[in-house]
């Protein structure tokens, strides 16, 4: 620490004498957001995997200031940003985590959960190694060679998936670069992964830096609100629809504009459908609540969207799920788009209404409460007789979940109705790919608004074990489940090992039907024969046999250092959960799930998905699935 001195005058200011990688963890220490009047620090801790790049830089620099910048170890770099991720979604993207890497396949690595960060909207700090800014020795290990651009490395491969991105090449640009770093990471319009890359000898260099530039600061998260006159179209609007209903996303719940979203739903009498990220923003009881919509939705919500004159859609981005591949709604249907950003609030052709979710729905209950001269009746009054009511699907998703003999091997659903039976508003449940994203949007009946922790923008195999480490980490306390398939438990299992470290005690569920069931079903639908998609052993010519790969992904999990609870029937699943739940180390339910859903599965898709089908072919299959899908994509419209 001889370097650094107390702050002196230099110049007329107060410096602090310090590396560029010691100034940056000091700045990131330093960094609060504020909204509602509640400050809390914005970057609490740093993931890092190390070697050369950042290991004499940012990981000295660690050393240096442990006292202001907790570390978490990784054992994969895109593990790290997912963790990061589930971190700042849990807390409502207004804390996140810092991640540094090395140069190389280390930075490399970083893309997929970037990619995944911007998808979602989710503030994540990336801080990749980079090589030497004053290349002395051209090319150093692991650097990418381009002959016609000096300039360029493996870690420009960041910039189209990250919403900010710059290479601090002096130990000066460091300042602008973080500020602008952090502007991004705290609006709620413009957030995402942002990447500063470090080029290590960069990270090493000494440098006088303004106090200022140290010292606390505080970034106020706003809430926009309304232009009066996009306010008063859609309040008009609103008031003269006969069908109008409600589509909430994720931006409800990062508003925390749940309670907003209730009072105008039950004033104007509307009901509410949600999306992957928006579920929960209503528990699955109240009355205004019709469950998921689109391609992965309900019944009911999705009858109710067919017929439907209008949708004030808050918070979403109306994905090919959502919209059913633009055949969901009628031509005619008018859309009025809450949403912070521009660029989202004219999709579909739609009224625009930009704005903070909650600030908006607020302004829009008092306007339209305003012009109907009270609360709107009529629309959910005569919900016993819309298309395919609320009780007919709970129906349905009793019958999924039912599983009348304790002995059989449990089904997928009845594997979610097993856990149903046992969490309470405290449990949050977190998936990302295969069909259990699809059967939670249908079944799952979700208790409290952060309970229900899908991402479905990037679907990344690989995402829930460690976004369940971060969950974890931002909601100490409280039962986090991971579920996944054998196909994604094989992509990512690294971060078992980091909540075993750090004594997490993450619940891991793994269901086994060896192989890629959902994208099996899939290729089948659409003329592919499932190729591809079994773990079997093949024959010589090819082709794939009955019996299962001996691979024994239990016996896994308990080698990296999880507890494991093996379950055969239902009545072992039942008796597995209950352990776990109450666990305080990590452990792992294991379960070999009946493929066979006639035994008990879950209601079929509610509304189409459009991916496309060979246009010719001499597979009877194949034939099939085009006649099958020309019918289909004639329903699609454009909203102009």
Not at 434 to 454: A, E, I
Not at 496 to 501: F, G, M, P, R
């Amino acid at each position: 620490m001889a370097d650094q001195l107390p702050p002196r005058p230099h110049g007329g200011i107060q410096v602090t004498r310090l590396t560029v990688a010691q100034a940056l963890v000091r700045f990131l220490a330093a960094q609060h957001t504020e909204r509602d009047g509640v400050r809390q620090r914005l970057v609490t801790a740093t993931w890092g995997i190390f070697g050369h790049g950042n290991v004499a830089g940012i990981g000295q620099a660690l050393v240096e200031h442990a006292d202001l910048m907790p570390y978490h170890q990784g054992r994969n770099e895109q593990a790290m940003v997912h963790a990061a991720v589930g971190y700042a979604r849990q807390s409502r993207r207004l804390r996140t985590h810092a991640v540094t890497t090395s140069i190389g396949p280390g930075a490399t690595n970083l893309v997929t959960g970037a990619a995944l960060a911007t998808i979602n909207r989710i503030p994540v700090l990336l801080l990749p190694g980079d090589t030497f800014a004053t290349r002395p020795a051209d090319p150093v290990l692991q650097q990418l060679e381009v002959p016609y651009a000096g300039e360029v490395s493996v870690n420009d491969c960041l910039r189209p998936v990250s919403r900010y991105f710059d290479r601090i090449t002096r130990p000066e640009a460091l300042i602008p670069a973080a500020l602008a770093a952090v502007r991004v990471l705290t609006d709620p319009a413009e957030t995402g992964a942002v990447t500063l890359a470090l080029p290590q000898d960069v990270q090493a260099e000494a440098y006088d830096w303004p106090e200022e530039f140290l010292a606390e600061r505080t970034w106020t998260v706003r809430r926009p609100r309304p232009d009066a006159a996009e306010l008063d179209a859609a309040v008009q609007a609103l008031r003269t629809a006969r069908r109008p209903m409600i589509i909430a996303g994720g931006g409800v719940k990062y508003s925390a504009a749940e309670d907003a979203l209730r009072t105008l739903a039950r004033r104007a009498d509307l009901p509410v459908a949600t999306t992957q990220a928006g579920k929960g923003v209503l528990p699955w009881d109240h009355p205004c609540d019709v469950g998921g919509i689109g391609h992965t939705g309900t019944g009911t919500a999705n009858a109710l969207a067919r017929t439907s004159d209008l949708v004030l859609a808050v918070g979403t981005r109306h994905t090919d799920f959502t919209t059913a591949s633009g055949t969901l709604f009628r031509p005619d249907t008018r859309i009025v788009n809450l949403n912070i950003t521009g660029f989202d609030a004219h999709k579909q052709a739609a009224l625009p209404l930009v704005a903070d979710a909650r600030a908006g729905l607020e302004a829009l209950t008092e306007a339209l409460t305003e012009a109907l001269g009270g609360p709107r009746q009529g629309h959910l009054q005569d919900a016993a007789q819309w298309t395919f009511s609320k009780q007919d699907w709970q129906e349905r998703t009793d019958a999924a979940y039912a599983a009348p003999d304790p002995r059989a091997r449990p089904t997928q659903t009845q594997v979610l109705g097993a856990l149903d039976t046992l969490v309470t508003g405290d449990d949050i449940l977190i998936n990302a790919a295969g069909s259990l994203p699809g059967d939670l949007h249908k079944l799952w009946r979700t208790r409290s608004v952060d309970q229900y922790h899908v991402e479905y923008g990037y679907s990344c195999m690989g995402y829930e074990i460690p976004a369940a480490v971060g969950v974890s980490l931002a909601a100490p306390g409280r039962p986090v489940w991971a579920l996944v398939g054998d196909g994604t438990y094989l992509m990512n299992p690294t971060e078992i090992v980091t909540a075993v470290q750090q004594r997490l005690p993450i619940k891991v569920v793994i269901l086994d039907n060896h192989g890629y069931a959902s994208i099996g079903g899939l290729s089948e639908a659409v003329g592919a024969e499932r190729f591809g998609t079994d773990y079997r052993f093949r024959a010589e010519d090819g082709s794939f046999t009955g019996e299962a790969l001996p691979v024994d992904l239990a016996a896994n999990a308990a080698s990296l250092g999880m507890r494991v609870l093996r379950a055969r029937t239902v009545r072992d699943l039942r008796e597995a959960l209950a352990d776990a739940r109450e666990a305080t180390v990590p452990t792992c339910v294991y379960v070999e799930t009946e493929t066979d859903d006639s035994v008990s599965g879950p209601p079929p898709a509610q509304a189409w998905w459009d991916v496309p089908v060979a246009a010719t072919s001499t597979r009877p299959s194949a034939v099939k699935a085009r006649e099958e899908y020309d019918r289909h994509v004639t329903a699609r419209r454009r909203h102009l």
